[in-house]
């Protein structure tokens, strides 16, 4: 069962969710493993403390340009969506942070003058933490497309077991990657009218994918009850609510799991696991 974290906004308390959620199944259930796929800023680590174990290089294909055969006619120029290619002067230049690596440049050159060469845009790191399995991707610094590297990441974690996918914040592609093929997102918001505009953002994304959703309301006692109102018109259902308390943002600023603190939070997390597996049919 892979079961996201997302959040239509940053903040909200999505990555102290999963990591605690994680932190709490793998003391209870075999096989889990934890997924950081919020890979332009990950930070599960910060609180999960991994044993590493191995660090992959994720490349992707980019074109390479043989001048002497490029006759500059322009078709690759004119067929590429992403405006990685372009004519300045005499010369073909290519721009591979747009490109997608879609090929079709490399197919449709009359004068087979392109080639392609491997680009490194992230890493994949393996290893354990909490006697389970922990991977987390790390977009490089100044890459703009991270699904090639979340279509990585998602490809090398097994299908068994239980797997618990920080996903990045927001409802853009990167999000749209990490949460697909999930069995159930757990959305993570808070009470005031940021928060509703982007749950709701989230939550039309999980309808759009066909994947059944839950909210979480994080500090569920600082907003009002406009918010709890527009969640029920809504139609969306609130799986667990948790008050502010002074100790979970003590541990989230030490950079600690609250569960070893704090068991209220520990059994709120297994009932949200239970209520998951039930919607899922693992139950
Ligand atoms: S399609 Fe081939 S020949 Fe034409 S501009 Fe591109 S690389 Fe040059
Ligand atoms: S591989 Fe695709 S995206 Fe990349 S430059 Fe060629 S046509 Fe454009």
């Given at each position: 069962?892979?079961?996201?974290?997302?959040?239509?906004?940053?903040?909200?308390?999505?990555?102290?969710?999963?990591?605690?959620?994680?932190?709490?199944?793998?003391?209870?259930?075999?096989?889990?493993?934890?997924?950081?796929?919020?890979?332009?800023?990950?930070?599960?680590?910060?609180?999960?403390?991994?044993?590493?174990?191995?660090?992959?290089?994720?490349?992707?294909?980019?074109?390479?340009?043989?001048?002497?055969?490029?006759?500059?006619?322009?078709?690759?120029?004119?067929?590429?969506?992403?405006n990685a290619l372009a004519i300045l002067g005499e010369?073909?230049?290519?721009?591979?942070?747009?490109?997608?690596?879609?090929?079709?440049?490399?197919?449709?050159?009359?004068?087979?003058?392109?080639?392609?060469?491997?680009?490194?845009?992230?890493?994949?790191?393996?290893?354990?933490?909490?006697?389970?399995?922990?991977?987390?991707?790390?977009?490089?610094?100044?890459?703009?497309?991270?699904?090639?590297?979340?279509?990585?990441?998602?490809?090398?974690?097994?299908?068994?077991?239980?797997?618990?996918?920080?996903?990045?914040?927001?409802?853009?592609?990167?999000?749209?990657?990490?949460?697909?093929?999930?069995?159930?997102?757990?959305?993570?918001?808070?009470?005031?009218?940021?928060?509703?505009?982007?749950?709701?953002?989230?939550?039309?994304?999980?309808?759009?994918?066909?994947?059944?959703?839950?909210?979480?309301?994080?500090?569920?006692?600082?907003?009002?009850?406009?918010?709890?109102?527009?969640?029920?018109?809504?139609?969306m259902t609130v799986m667990l609510e948790i008050?502010?308390?002074?100790?979970?943002?003590?541990?989230?600023?030490?950079?600690?799991?609250?569960?070893?603190?704090?068991?209220?939070?520990?059994?709120?997390?297994?009932?949200?696991?239970?209520?998951?597996?039930?919607?899922?049919?693992?139950?």
């Amino acid at each position: 069962m892979r079961i996201a974290f997302a959040s239509g906004k940053g903040g909200t308390g999505k990555t102290t969710l999963a990591t605690n959620m994680f932190a709490v199944l793998a003391r209870e259930i075999d096989h889990v493993i934890y997924v950081d796929a919020d890979v332009e800023e990950p930070n599960g680590h910060i609180f999960l403390n991994p044993d590493k174990t191995d660090v992959i290089d994720v490349k992707v294909p980019v074109p390479v340009i043989n001048h002497e055969k490029c006759t500059l006619c322009g078709d690759c120029v004119n067929y590429c969506q992403f405006n990685a290619l372009a004519i300045l002067g005499e010369k073909l230049l290519t721009f591979p942070a747009l490109c997608h690596s879609c090929g079709a440049c490399v197919e449709l050159c009359p004068e087979k003058a392109i080639s392609e060469k491997q680009r490194a845009i992230g890493k994949i790191t393996k290893g354990s933490s909490c006697q389970a399995g922990y991977y987390s991707g790390c977009l490089n610094v100044g890459e703009a497309l991270s699904p090639p590297l979340l279509r990585t990441l998602k490809s090398i974690i097994s299908q068994r077991g239980t797997a618990i996918i920080d996903a990045p914040p927001g409802t853009s592609c990167p999000v749209v990657e990490a949460i697909q093929g999930s069995d159930f997102v757990v959305l993570v918001t808070e009470p005031t009218p940021f928060g509703m505009h982007d749950l709701q953002l989230a939550y039309n994304l999980t309808q759009d994918l066909n994947i059944p959703s839950g909210v979480v309301i994080n500090r569920s006692d600082l907003g009002d009850e406009l918010a709890r109102e527009m969640i029920e018109k809504e139609g969306m259902t609130v799986m667990l609510e948790i008050p502010f308390r002074r100790r979970i943002a003590e541990c989230y600023s030490d950079g600690k799991l609250n569960i070893e603190s704090d068991p209220e939070f520990s059994n709120e997390l297994v009932k949200l696991y239970d209520q998951i597996c039930q919607v899922v049919g693992n139950g």
